[in-house]
């Protein structure tokens, strides 16, 4: 029962990050600034990203429920929670305030924590770090076309 609370607690947390980047990025995929914006030619269509991220954030529950489940160490709680802070403020920055650069800074630092939990935990997990794996494989797309952004505007 622990296990399936511990999931509960993680969709709510990452659904939850979901919900609040949106409300911090406001009008932005929609407002003159991001529309007018030199954006990379590889950039995917808007629906794509509701669809990537609701992945994304199911597999990432799964994931740090077992994670949780078989080391409940403080300093993975701690990892979450930045993961979730930086995951939040991209949007904002980007967004809200337009500094593209921090932006970038923070999306580089979020996939490098991801591609920590990643790799620092894969004897741990296995084949269960299959899970994370979408996340920073789009965290990598991601990273390309805010920094397209960045040098190009």
């Known amino acids: 029962m622990y296990n399936f609370k511990l999931l509960i607690l993680f969709f709510i947390l990452n659904f939850g990050a979901l919900a609040i980047g949106s409300w911090l990025m406001d009008k932005g995929p929609t407002t003159n600034w ?3 914006l030199n954006k990379a030619p590889w950039s995917p269509p808007g ?4 669809v990537a991220w609701t992945t994304i954030m199911l597999c990432f529950s799964f994931y740090m429920t077992s994670l949780i489940g078989h080391k409940p160490l403080t300093y993975i709680w701690i990892l979450f929670f930045i993961q979730f802070t930086l995951n939040i403020s991209w949007n904002y920055f980007f967004f809200n305030i337009h500094m593209i650069g921090v932006a970038l800074f923070i999306l580089i630092s979020l996939t490098v924590l991801v591609g920590y939990f990643l790799i620092n935990f894969y004897n ?9 794996a979408p996340y920073f494989i789009w965290l990598l797309i991601a990273c ?3 920094m397209y952004a960045y040098f190009k505007n």
Request: hydrophobic fraction near 55%; glycine fraction near 10%.
């Open 34 to 36: 991001y529309l007018s």
């Open 47 to 50: 629906w794509l990203f509701g």
């Open 124 to 132: 741990l997990m296995g084949k269960k770090s299959l899970l994370i």
């Open 144 to 146: 390309s076309l805010n």
